[in-house]
């Protein structure tokens, strides 16, 4: 028997299919059924590890599936490939950062044809590609034209050695990542995209995705948007008011059922009373200068040290006329509301935090329906739901009624309104760097803001240019900047700030239709194949990409680009592929110098795993199992797994080892277990006898299996189940053993059956046993088995004996066995018997639920 050898067999059937151009598809009407199948892409980093692989497994088994069953199939790949990573490796590496990155995508596009992938590679597109983001800057200046994109004033992450706006990320511990600066929060002009126009819509559209998409992504969405309902007004001040708010101070609040535990009013630092006392007070600057260090995203203020001001301003309660003092908080932020709130610490973590650092007061309001009114609160704000108390005429009312109540009231005294507000704030897309979509509008004093023709698009990134000096390389451009008006003719200069690399991500889902259009969306193609039937990717992008993708393409359809609101008609965030770490020593920075899993050997002394590194013989430090990364250096390569175990067997293990959602940890022993099943499939293809007899009995049974095995794989693609699925057929692997005396025409029906199942998974092996059957053509083009119900029917039941409410033990019974059969075989099972008597039980009462289970009841 031929031992299986996938050096030979991989690179052969992939020759096949790139001969036959077997996964590009056309746009034109096929008469089949279309289905898009599309995993989040890569950025180009440089090499991709098993965790990648998953990712596009996943994918590919989905698409492999569906062309399968008929459908027409759109499985594309391209490049997230503009970002700071690329400016990095130019400035550490001296070299361009489109070198680079192109570099890159060469080496990773030889590593993603390894794995076999039914990827349409005429499709391929990079986001770095003029031919791209041409098409990008485009649909930018639609957007512009109605108003969608406009420019102001905001507060960003600025890092004063790099000169440049961070990301929320970029900020550790309120440093740049890379300068190690103190960040400040600063005001610049930025480009921004109107998302809130489509709060509600972007919030109403979730409804449409239950059961399609993760309900923990759907409510990440929502809590993101923040739709809050509540009231906004204007709290009076005591005495002599700053300039300006000689009528008040307006604030938002989403709890004005707690207006009777008000505490004091908090002001965010920039607020515009917070900028007066500053300018008239250095301490005050001193101290809203402090505040604007650290991270500038609400997540980083919360999380951050709460400090504060007393301004030594009062406000005035609007129910009860007590002076309520103003201070200025960090945590406050001026987008959100107004500004301006005031605090309740009884109900609020925040506000309780804050008061109980400063020494202000906490008075609880609301209390848990079965306290009494000695509730307090200590040191955790309560928030659950209640019964208002100390509140003067809310006392006794649930909290929704409280809020009705509390708003009325300031509405008939004509100092406020009921308001609904968002959490959502329109998207920044300004990044000042230089390897990103260059925003196409050119700066003139005459004229103003002037969107480059579009007869001029792409603006190209020009090649020529530096990193050493800090900052914006376009910034400092001899020429590129410098251009006359389109309008006027006059000198003017482009804009330097590029996009953000998620404007990019935003719309690629809909340029894969046609990567060629002269226009940036084909309206035919994008109306046969859009929206997305199954995107793919890991639950970080569950909230700013996903949400980022519904806008822009709610936009685009408003603009006549397209016709389609939901980008992605079904979501699967898959788990991630986790692995040890391992390392010697530390750098000088107190980082751990990580090594690669290649360079580690396993030992086991006295019962302990120990590591050490094969290069050096040191014994090394075996750390966390993590995320595979690049930084921790815990990558499998995908072509070490390929070189001594073949495609296959990898692309099996990180289906095989945990549910698709669930992280898999890898392990050398699963790759290889999944190695030993490829062989064993192997076995039963190769030893294929045409001319075995029937016979009867073993024909029929391996026949029933068969569409037993059918049924359970079918189920278990549909749902996503693939590691059970793969359990099944281990399991037949096991049935086609068990039937070695079948005939040759039952073992060919079993055997064609089982290439088709594992097709998949493991399409490389699938095609040589389809061709080993003698089988025409490839198992890629063959129809997907179907089952018959009545054979697939499981002809036993396992039913668990009970006695007590326990299961005690268990018999294996013909489906719908007669209950006297059922009750004689669980008195007679051994088991059983043996806990009554051991227990010294008499059986007063059997009774039993068809199929399902026995109850003894016994005393």
């Not at 760097?433 to 480059?452: A, F, K, L, T």
Request: hydrophobic letters at 40%; charged letters at 25%.
């Amino acid at each position: 028997m031929a031992r299986y050898e996938p050096k030979i067999t991989e690179p052969r059937q992939q020759a096949r299919w790139a001969e036959a151009d077997a996964f590009s598809v056309s746009n034109e009407d096929t008469g089949r059924p279309k289905y898009y199948v599309l995993e989040m892409f890569p950025y180009p980093s440089g090499n991709i590890h098993m965790g990648h692989a998953r990712n596009y497994v996943m994918g590919d088994v989905i698409a492999r599936w569906k062309r399968a069953q008929g459908f027409d199939v759109l499985h594309p790949m391209g490049w997230d490939a503009f970002g700071m990573p690329a400016e990095n490796a130019a400035m550490e590496r001296g070299v361009h950062p489109g070198d680079w990155t192109y570099a890159n995508i060469e080496t990773m596009r030889g590593q993603l044809k390894l794995l076999g992938l039914s990827l349409d590679w005429s499709r391929e597109i990079a986001t770095c590609d003029p031919e791209y983001y041409g098409q990008q800057q485009g649909w930018f200046l639609e957007l512009y034209k109605r108003g969608l994109v406009y420019r102001k004033e905001g507060t960003v992450n600025w890092d004063p050695v790099d000169n440049t706006v961070l990301a929320n990320e970029q900020v550790i511990d309120g440093r740049g990542w890379r300068s190690g600066a103190l960040v400040e929060k600063r005001k610049l002009t930025q480009w921004f995209l109107r998302i809130t126009d489509y709060a509600d819509d972007l919030i109403d559209g979730l409804k449409d995705l239950e059961g399609r998409w993760p309900d923990k992504v759907r409510l990440m969405q929502e809590n993101w948007i923040g739709r809050s309902k509540g009231l906004q007004m204007k709290w009076a001040f005591a005495g002599t008011a700053p300039a300006g708010f000689e009528d008040g101070v307006e604030i938002y609040t989403t709890r004005p059922d707690t207006f009777y535990g008000a505490s004091f009013l908090g002001l965010a630092p920039d607020h515009a009373i917070s900028k007066q006392l500053a300018d008239a007070d250095p301490r005050v600057a001193e101290f809203v200068a402090e505040c604007r260090k650290g991270g500038a995203s609400q997540a980083e203020i919360e999380q951050a040290e709460k400090i504060g001001w007393d301004t030594g301003l009062k406000a005035i309660h609007p129910f009860t006329g007590e002076e309520v003092p103003v201070w200025i908080a960090n945590f406050i932020l001026s987008e959100y509301g107004t500004g301006a709130i005031f605090a309740c610490p009884a109900h609020d973590q925040r506000d309780l935090d804050f008061a109980r650092k400063y020494n202000l007061p906490v008075k609880a309001v609301v209390r848990p329906a079965e306290a009494d009114d000695s509730f307090t609160v200590d040191t955790e704000a309560y928030t659950g739901p209640g019964v208002l108390f100390n509140s003067d005429f809310m006392n006794g009312m649930e909290i929704e009624e409280a809020k009705a109540a509390a708003i009325a009231k300031i509405e008939a005294a004509g100092t406020g309104k009921g308001a609904t507000i968002y959490r959502l704030r329109d998207w920044g897309v300004s990044r000042q760097r230089y390897w990103g979509c260059p925003i196409p509008v050119i700066h003139c004093e005459d004229c103003g803001v002037v969107p480059v023709p579009s007869d001029q698009l792409p603006v190209e990134l020009p090649h020529d240019v530096t990193f050493d000096v800090p900052g914006n390389p376009l910034d400092r451009h001899a020429t590129w900047k410098h251009v006359n008006c389109p309008t006027c003719a006059k000198p003017a200069r482009r804009e330097t700030d590029t996009l953000d690399t998620f404007v990019d991500s935003s719309w690629y889902f809909a340029r894969f239709t046609d990567p060629k259009a002269a226009t940036p969306i084909n309206p035919a193609a994008a109306a046969k194949w859009l929206p997305v039937d199954q995107y793919i990717g890991g639950v970080e992008h569950a909230v700013l990409h996903l949400l980022y993708a519904r806008f822009i393409t709610r936009a685009l359809s408003d603009v006549g680009l397209m016709d389609v609101k939901e980008p992605f008609a079904g979501l699967f965030t898959q788990g991630m592929v986790v692995h040890e770490t391992y390392y010697e020593g530390h750098e000088d920075s107190g980082k751990p110098r990580w090594v690669e899993p290649s360079d580690v050997q396993i030992e086991h002394v006295d019962g302990k795993r120990v590591a050490r590194r094969l290069s050096n013989g040191a014994e090394i430090t075996i750390g966390d199992i993590e995320k595979m990364s690049k930084s921790k250096k815990n990558v499998v390569a995908p072509a070490d797994i390929i070189a001594t175990h073949g495609v296959d067997a990898g692309r099996l293990f990180v289906l095989s080892d945990s549910p698709p959602e669930r992280d898999v940890q890898w392990s050398a022993g699963g790759v290889e277990g999944a190695s030993r099943f490829v062989q064993r499939a192997w076995a039963e293809f190769d030893a294929f006898d045409a001319s075995a007899p029937a016979n009867a009995d073993v024909d029929a049974s391996l026949i029933r299996e068969t569409h037993k095995t059918i049924k359970a794989v079918s189920e278990g693609v549909e749902h996503f189940r693939f590691n059970s699925a793969i359990a099944k057929l281990y399991a037949f692997l096991g049935v086609l053993k068990d039937h070695a005396k079948a005939g040759g025409e039952a073992k060919k029906t079993a055997l064609s059956v089982l290439a088709r199942l594992v097709a998949p998974f493991t399409p490389h092996l699938a095609e040589e046993g389809w061709t080993r059957l003698g089988l025409d053509g490839m198992v890629l083009d063959a129809e997907w088995p179907q089952f018959d119900a009545a054979l697939a029917a499981d002809d036993q039941v396992i039913m668990p004996v009970q006695i007590g409410g326990k299961r005690r033990g268990e018999v294996q019974m013909p489906r719908g066995a007669d209950n006297a059969d059922v009750e004689a075989a669980a008195l007679a099972n051994a088991t059983v018997k043996a806990y009554l008597e051991a227990n010294n039980l008499t059986v007063r009462k059997v009774i039993v639920v068809p199929d399902r289970i026995v109850n003894l009841v016994a005393n």
